[in-house]
């Protein structure tokens, strides 16, 4: 499958220094033979003089370019609060049978958050969060599909000294 995940990067907050779990989901879904796409959304917003909102609109072309070459099967969105949900519409637009998957790892603490992931019900097939209980339970209120996702590891990164 062509997947396409589009993320926060690694220039961010925290971004390059620990292996995040958007890492991780890519290298075990390249391990199981998909040909996976980053698109880094935050950090293309902020290439442009380190000014983000500048940068939005520039990120959202490239992100709805990228997808134009690669023709996904599957989006995924991993904490990709700054693309825009008119991108987003579009890359569905143009390719009607992508699936498109939502990953948070951080608790949905903001009505921002939540209204957002609420406004993209109709194109996203399924949230998975790291936070359970009452952020799961309010988004299905609100009629979406939401499961839990446990941090995931990667053998090749975690070793048995790092357990100890």
Sequence with gaps: MK??????????????????TDKKIRNGLARCGHHVVNVPHHDISDSVFGLRAIGRPIA???TARVAQYLEPDIVMLYMSHLVSIRTLREIKAKFPKAKFVNFEVDPLRSSREMRRNTELRDIIVI?????GGEF???LRDEGLDVAYLPNP??????????QS
Excluded: H
Excluded at 3 to 20: K, N, Q
């Design 127 to 131: 949230t998975f969060l790291t936070s």
């Design 3 to 20: 997947i396409m995940m589009i993320g926060p990067g690694i220039f961010g907050l925290y971004g390059g220094l620990y292996y995040s």
């Design 136 to 138: 799961i339970s309010t």
């Design 60 to 62: 959202g072309y490239n």
């Design 153 to 162: 590891t990667d053998t090749s990164i975690e070793t048995d000294a790092d």
